[in-house]
């Protein structure tokens, strides 16, 4: 299975960004993509997930701010990311594993996109 993330960049505090990642190969039927980031001397951490069900996960820091989206015909995962703050700074990367009870256990990332947003 392969990750490949776009829609980094530079935006200023306020304004909004929309990540992609899509998943290509040998992709299971269920499936959790997400979106973590790591800012620099810092831990990753997780931003949000999603299922094939459409179920979402979110951390308190982005929650009502951040939207976790999929196309499962397209295997991919957007983050649509709006009233954006300095602390959003950092490296996002998408993920995607199959749940601990499948037959098919894997787990892959992508390669990370920087988001950096100034003030």
């Known amino acids: 299975v392969q990750l490949q993330a776009s829609g980094g960049g530079l935006v200023q505090v306020g304004g909004s960004l929309r990540l992609s990642c899509a998943a290509s190969?040998?992709?299971?039927?269920?499936?959790?993509m997400g979106w973590y980031r790591q800012a620099p001397g810092k831990e990753r951490e997780l931003v949000a997930t999603?299922?094939?069900?459409?179920?979402?996960n979110y951390a308190d820091s982005v929650a009502g701010r951040f939207t976790i989206s999929r196309d499962n015909a397209k295997n991919t995962v957007y983050l649509q990311m709006n009233s954006l703050k300095s602390e959003d700074t950092a490296v996002y990367y998408c993920?995607?594993?199959?749940?601990?009870?499948?037959?098919?256990?894997?787990?892959?990332w992508g390669q990370g996109t920087q988001v950096t947003v100034s003030s």
């Open positions: 993920r995607t594993q199959t749940p601990s009870w499948a037959v098919r256990r894997y787990d892959y």
């Open positions: 190969g040998s992709i299971s039927g269920y499936n959790i």
């Open positions: 999603i299922n094939n069900g459409g179920s979402t």
